[in-house]
Nanobody, 124 residues
Framework: QVQLVESGGGLVQAGGSLRLSCTASGRTFSTNVTGWFRQAPGKEREFVAAIRWTGGTTYYKDSVKGRFTISGDNAKNTVYLQMNSLKPEDTAVYYC?????????????????WGQGTQVTVSS
């Protein structure tokens, strides 16, 4: 099993920044990709960004490219999501996820482990 714990959410004004953290514990070798997803009220959970632990390749949802940056610290088993120029439409619960399946990076089914989520609220 892998346990994922997110932190760093909060309330911020439009144009502001937040940094989310996701720290993994347990059988972390059972995952090769860590992703961030978000879910707004009444909407489906959607892919935001992901990073491969081998090679460090990163992936982003089009609407966050240039504003969000995902990075990883192997020594700390931690993945970060730096979010800049935040918009009200970024408001959601953000989830960290880990997995090593063969499905597309943006597919929730690829991920076996999920954190509890952290709320991000962007006011206009």
């Amino acid at each position: 099993q892998v346990q994922l714990v997110e932190s760093g959410g909060g309330l911020v004004q439009a144009g502001g920044s937040l940094r989310l953290s996701c720290t993994a514990s347990g059988r972390t070798f059972s995952t090769n990709v860590t992703g961030w997803f978000r879910q707004a009220p009444g909407k489906e959970r959607e892919f935001v960004a992901a990073i491969r632990w081998t090679g460090g390749t990163t992936y982003y949802k089009d609407s966050v490219k240039g504003r969000f940056t995902i990075s990883g610290d192997n020594a700390k088993n931690t993945v970060y999501l730096q979010m800049n120029s935040l918009k009200p439409e970024d408001t959601a619960v953000y989830y960290c996820a880990g997995g090593r399946g063969d499905q597309p990076i943006g597919a929730t089914v690829r991920y076996d482990y999920w954190g509890q989520g952290t709320q991000v609220t962007v006011s206009s």
